[in-house]
């Protein structure tokens, strides 16, 4: 669409360029759209520049955190000792040292301005959720007195009723609890008129069951904890300390104008785009990717991070995506609870510096047809304080048997527990972008490299004997130097790779939380090495000297029995889908298809054996996640048709008319005209109009006798019905007069800036 003058909305003066024709604002629905592009194009900082040069960088990290030393230097020696051994290794919390904690964590809260506390806690929903209680009460003589008790800092009673509980709770049952959880810092979080001091907690329900993220994720840590010591005790290390799992998820995301972000009614109440043309440019040209990041999104970027840095958040990477106006930030690993906290706080951060900056942060995995989606690719590992890096190969990985012991046991996992894996990423977001040629696809294989491919290729032969080395890359370019080479390339098509010391699982969504992934990875890993530490105590009897052979014998067993779950090539490719078939490897290719395997025999046999979730609670979430695709499906159809009823068909009668009307003078003076815009106007139309009824009655006609047909009737039935209505709209677009046209377009809101 061209360029032109737009009025100001009060002055109907030309106030800065826009992508319409015309020089007066229509009397339509484009007024708010030719509105925004005004306000975009006369954006002005609003706030002062921040003055970074005043306090270090460094200084900031963790300033706003009870951290370990914070802790170290406020609480008395026995008690510091005490709550270090429970957050580092895993040692039962002494409830009698509480008292003494909520004290000094309410002192350093007060210094730094708190008048408030919060249990922070994360239900079902994915959501972040939180129940501020004051500080102050009253003493009886007029005034009050702070006070924070050793019983208020471990336990809060927010009230249930109102989370989902996939049925474990009845609306009318509403206690719930939150519980401190040690092993995350409490934190305190900024607001221009004070702060708050906030206590990460878990959710249980009255009756002691999970009603949330967290909970999962610390019972599957111990279960994996449990199982890797038996390995680490057969490779003779007796030091016990714990071994957790960690995580660094990187966060894609999108940022758009708030004044095209509120003129977007899809935006606003389904977080993606249900109509849009594709523009004539998008990112066909790979100029975004890595590009200079323009100096609005820096400036966001920088208020971002310093933000981040003060929660303790260790932030590493910044940079231009592949779509336009898509980004990226990444963090360092940590402890994969922490990790998992951390996250949710980067996403209510990135939406709210967006906002002081006039833009929104789209986290949802598609919000614009056509250009690439985002994930949140979890790379995890598992390692200890006194053994490292548990998925370091070393120098050789053919000489290091406990990595490849702990290697193939997450082989045997992803493998075994494939369904699992698709289903803790299965969102009705999530399906617009797995499959497509931008992310993995929704068949789960791992990618190795070269070099671990080799290595149980041979042993698969008979024995490994040698490695691929590294070496070195030489660049051909004598002002540049040398540079280590990796033995393997990397694999950007594949849901679960190998990059050197940790698997990526690059299926998770952008709009996801981390949990479920974690849990998945957690318990199904604590199940593999659960397998081998018995097959391998079973094979030594307490001979330490047989110890080489048994994990030979171990080895080549599960790379002949789950190598299928191996590929190194393009996942991508429609010959990478029949190769999967015939493998035998599933493509659960929706959520519809997805979800049901949490009802899998041995998936529910899994978290009950390893005491990571109930048979109930494992119920509770797959109703829920149901539930929840079930309902953004069903808010997204009624959204398709109130935008097509009320904005897109009115936007095209109109043009219509006017061609209608042209026709008809043009014919009065004689003159022959062609009508053949308004013929396939004419037939748009109607078509849409059909569409949309059609879409109307499949909505109407849910017969679903459960929670499970009836996301299949949504994916099969709704899903198609609401393209339908887009195909028709998406191709007004193109035609209608811009001026017309009400809704700010892709090309306006990816590249006007």
């Known amino acids: 669409m061209s360029t032109t003058i737009i009025p100001e909305a009060e002055s109907q003066q030309s106030s800065g360029p826009a992508a319409g024709r015309g020089s007066s604002v229509p009397s339509s629905g484009a007024s708010a759209r030719m509105a925004a592009i005004a306000a975009v194009t006369n954006y002005q900082p609003t706030t002062r520049p921040l003055n970074f040069s005043e306090t270090p960088t460094q200084d900031l990290f963790s300033a706003n955190v009870f951290s370990k030393k914070v802790m170290k230097d406020r609480l008395p020696k026995p008690i510091f000792k005490s709550l270090v051994a429970t957050i580092e290794a895993g040692e039962k919390l002494d409830s009698s040292?509480?008292?003494?904690?909520?004290?000094?964590?309410?002192?350093?809260?007060?210094?730094?301005?708190?008048?408030?506390?919060a249990h922070v806690f994360f239900p079902l929903t994915g959501a972040t959720a939180e129940k501020h209680d004051s500080f102050l009460s009253p003493n009886g003589e007029g005034t009050a007195i702070a006070e924070f008790s050793g019983s208020q800092l471990i336990q809060g009673e927010p009230d249930g009723s109102s989370f989902p509980t996939g049925g474990i709770r009845q609306t009318f049952e509403a206690r719930g609890y939150t519980i401190w959880d040690v092993t995350s810092p409490a934190y305190i979080l900024e607001n221009p008129n004070g702060t708050t001091l906030c206590i990460p907690t878990a959710f249980v329900s009255w009756t002691g069951e999970a009603l949330d993220k967290k909970t999962p994720v610390l019972r599957s840590m111990e279960a994996l904890n449990r199982q890797a010591q038996r390995i680490l005790t057969l490779f003779g290390h007796e030091d016990s300390a714990f071994v957790a799992s960690t995580a660094g998820p990187e966060q894609e995301y999108f940022l758009i104008d708030r004044h095209f972000f509120f003129a977007r009614p899809d935006l606003v109440n389904a977080g993606r785009t249900l109509f849009g043309a594709k523009p004539p440019k998008g990112q066909e040209f790979d100029d975004h990717y890595f590009g200079a990041i323009p100096e609005r999104v820096l400036a966001f970027m920088l208020e971002?991070?310093?933000?981040?840095?003060?929660?303790?958040?260790?932030?590493?990477?910044?940079?231009?995506?592949?779509?336009?106006?898509?980004?990226?930030?990444?963090?360092?690993?940590?402890?994969?609870?922490?990790?998992?906290?951390?996250?949710?706080?980067?996403?209510?951060?990135?939406?709210?510096v967006a906002e002081k900056y006039g833009m929104a942060c789209l986290m949802h995995e598609k919000p614009f047809a056509g250009v690439n989606g985002s994930g949140?690719?979890?790379?995890?590992?598992?390692?200890?304080?006194?053994?490292?890096?548990?998925?370091?190969?070393?120098?050789?990985?053919?000489?290091?048997?406990?990595?490849?012991?702990?290697?193939?046991?997450?082989i045997r996992a992803v493998y075994k527990y494939q369904g699992l894996l698709r289903a803790v990423v299965a969102s009705a977001g999530n399906d617009h972008r797995l499959g497509a040629n931008e992310a993995p696809p929704a068949i789960i294989s791992i990618f190795l490299?070269?070099?671990?491919?080799?290595?149980f290729g041979q042993i698969k032969a008979g024995g490994a004997n040698s490695s691929l080395e590294k070496g070195t890359l030489t660049v051909g370019v004598d002002v540049l130097p040398p540079l280590p080479k990796d033995a393997g390339d990397r694999n950007r098509t594949s849901p679960f790779a190998f990059t050197g010391n940790r698997f990526e699982f690059r299926a998770v969504g952008s709009n996801q939380s981390i949990a479920g992934p974690l849990v998945a990875m957690n318990a199904i890993v604590a199940e593999s090495?659960?397998?081998?530490?018995?097959?391998?105590?079973?094979?030594?009897?307490?001979?330490?000297?047989?110890?080489?052979?048994?994990?030979?014998?171990?080895?080549?067993?599960?790379?002949?029995?789950?190598?299928?779950?191996?590929?190194?090539?393009?996942?991508?490719?429609?010959?990478?889908?029949?190769?999967?078939?015939?493998?035998?490897?599933?493509?659960?290719?929706?959520?519809?298809?997805?979800?049901?395997?949490?009802?899998?025999?041995?998936?529910?046999?899994?978290?009950?054996?390893?005491?990571?979730?109930?048979?109930?609670?494992?119920?509770?979430?797959?109703?829920?996640?149901?539930?929840?695709?079930?309902?953004?499906?069903?808010?997204?159809a009624q959204l398709t048709i109130e935008m097509a009823r009320t904005m897109i068909f009115p936007a095209a009668i109109r043009y219509q008319?006017?061609?209608?009307?042209?026709?008809?003078?043009?014919?009065?003076?004689?003159?022959?005209?062609?009508?053949?815009?308004?013929?396939?106007?004419?037939?748009?139309?109607?078509?849409?109009?059909d569409s949309i009824a059609v879409l109307d009655k499949a909505m109407s006609e849910d017969g679903a006798v459960?929670?499970?047909?009836?996301?299949?009737?949504?994916?099969?039935?709704?899903?198609?019905?609401?393209?339908?209505?887009?195909?028709?709209?998406?191709?007004?677009?193109?035609?209608?007069?811009?001026?017309?046209?009400?809704?700010?377009?892709?090309?306006?809101?990816?590249?006007?800036?």
């Open 657 to 689: 008319n006017e061609l209608a009307a042209t026709c008809a003078n043009l014919k009065l003076v004689g003159y022959e005209f062609d009508t053949d815009t308004l013929d396939v106007a004419t037939s748009l139309v109607k078509s849409l109009q």
């Open 529 to 636: 090495i659960d397998y081998c530490a018995s097959q391998l105590e079973k094979a030594t009897q307490g001979d330490p000297e047989s110890l080489h052979s048994a994990v030979q014998t171990l080895l080549s067993e599960v790379i002949n029995e789950c190598g299928a779950i191996i590929f190194n090539g393009d996942g991508y490719s429609d010959a990478w889908h029949t190769e999967a078939s015939e493998r035998g490897l599933l493509n659960l290719k929706t959520t519809a298809d997805a979800l049901p395997y949490l009802q899998a025999p041995e998936v529910q046999e899994l978290f009950e054996k390893y005491e990571v979730l109930s048979e109930r609670e494992l119920e509770s979430r797959l109703e829920t996640y149901l539930e929840q695709y079930c309902m953004t499906v069903n808010v997204e």
């Open 449 to 455: 490299g070269d070099q671990l491919t080799d290595v």
């Open 304 to 352: 971002t991070e310093r933000e981040l840095f003060k929660l303790g958040i260790p932030v590493k990477t910044r940079h231009n995506e592949v779509a336009p106006g898509q980004y990226e930030i990444a963090p360092v690993f940590e402890s994969a609870n922490l990790a998992t906290d951390h996250q949710q706080l980067m996403m209510t951060t990135l939406r709210r």
């Open 97 to 117: 040292v509480a008292d003494i904690v909520a004290s000094a964590m309410k002192d350093w809260a007060i210094e730094k301005g708190a008048t408030h506390y």
């Open 706 to 753: 459960d929670l499970v047909d009836e996301a299949r009737h949504c994916c099969d039935v709704v899903l198609p019905a609401m393209s339908t209505v887009r195909e028709y709209a998406d191709e007004l677009e193109g035609i209608v007069a811009d001026d017309l046209w009400p809704l700010p377009t892709y090309q306006e809101m990816l590249f006007i800036k």
């Open 376 to 410: 949140k690719h979890v790379n995890w590992s598992l390692g200890s304080s006194s053994q490292g890096n548990l998925l370091d190969p070393g120098d050789t990985p053919h000489d290091n048997a406990q990595f490849l012991v702990f290697c193939a046991a997450v």
